[in-house]
């Protein structure tokens, strides 16, 4: 079906720096979705503060990743020499978390409702990406937006004649007043690698503290409570048995770009994924889907 702005209700195309989006302007509701990286940088119901992070340093430029937001991590997640073999023979750079966040995306479709709005977005990573990587696969993220909450759900589809072997992360960032006062629940019990500390294996205890940098991959693909002092927010996910939760602290936030020295205080990372040794193998005309849903506490 050809895509007809003029019949979108609430959304319109605008530009914000050198990047394309689409906004979305429902009476219940609000969103800001980049065609680069099909990376979403707002959404909240009307009256409330947002839900996301985004940096105010943040830069909006053709090849460069929005520091904020839900970027998408595919087809691989972080440094390329950790991903699993399988994954790592693939990846032809050094460039951590792959291509597809700097890569322009494709409207696929808008569907609107008096409650709901639908946008989904694709990627085909064929010859454009050889030099990057080796592969054929088709990504579709689906964007669901309401007054409840929101939804994405990313399908990879194997166009290769060969398996497929992949991570990925929905890369997600919350907004916190104090990130000393901020707690991850539903992860107690849980296996994690701590990247921090040469990649031990260590076991969750009570939920989750922020003490300084934390980068953990933790072995759960469970339903999480984030409670900060000013909200709390319920992260649900589907296809995934590994979360990544992140907070840069004072040292490496003075060492990263497009990252206020003091913004490590008021946002963490907490990362739906496919990542470390859960990483995904699809056949030949095989697909994927890695979804995450946030709601209110």
Not at 17 to 34: D, S
Not at 91 to 97: E, G, Q, R, V, Y
Not at 109 to 119: F, G, P, Q, S
Not at 147 to 161: K, P, V, Y
């Amino acid at each position: 079906m050809p895509i007809t702005p003029g019949q979108w209700s609430f959304t319109r195309w605008v530009t914000i720096g050198q990047l394309e989006a689409l906004e979305v302007h429902h009476p219940l509701f609000g969103a800001r979705l980049f065609l680069q990286g099909a990376h979403l940088t707002q959404f909240g119901p009307v009256g409330e503060p947002g839900w996301l992070w985004v940096s105010e340093t943040a830069r909006y430029e053709t090849g460069r990743a929005i520091r904020g937001g839900i970027p998408v991590c595919w087809p691989w997640f972080g440094d390329p020499a950790r991903n699993p073999p399988e994954v790592r023979r693939r990846i032809l750079t050094d460039s951590a978390h792959g291509f597809a966040r700097t890569a322009v995306w494709k409207l696929e479709d808008v569907r609107e409702t008096a409650h709901e709005i639908e946008i989904s977005l694709s990627l085909d990573a064929d010859t454009d990406f050889e030099d990057l990587w080796q592969g054929r696969a088709r990504a579709l993220l689906t964007f669901s937006f309401s007054a409840e909450g929101c939804q994405l759900a990313l399908t990879t589809s194997n166009a290769d004649r060969e398996a497929l072997a992949f991570t990925e992360a929905l890369h997600s960032y919350f907004p916190t007043p104090d990130i000393s006062d901020t707690r991850i629940r539903g992860l107690d019990g849980a296996t994690y690698i701590d990247t921090l500390d040469g990649w031990q294996s260590k076991v969750q205890k009570g939920p989750v503290r922020f003490e300084g940098e934390t980068d953990r991959i933790y072995e759960s693909g469970g339903d999480l409570r984030i409670a900060t002092p000013a909200r709390l927010r319920l992260l649900g996910s589907a296809g995934s048995d590994s979360t990544v939760v992140w907070n840069p602290g004072p040292a490496k936030a003075r060492r990263l770009t497009d990252f206020p020295d003091q913004a490590w205080r008021t946002m963490l990372c907490v990362e739906t994924a496919n990542a470390g040794n859960d990483y995904q193998v699809l056949n030949s005309g095989q697909s994927h889907t890695l979804a995450l849903m946030l709601r209110r506490g």
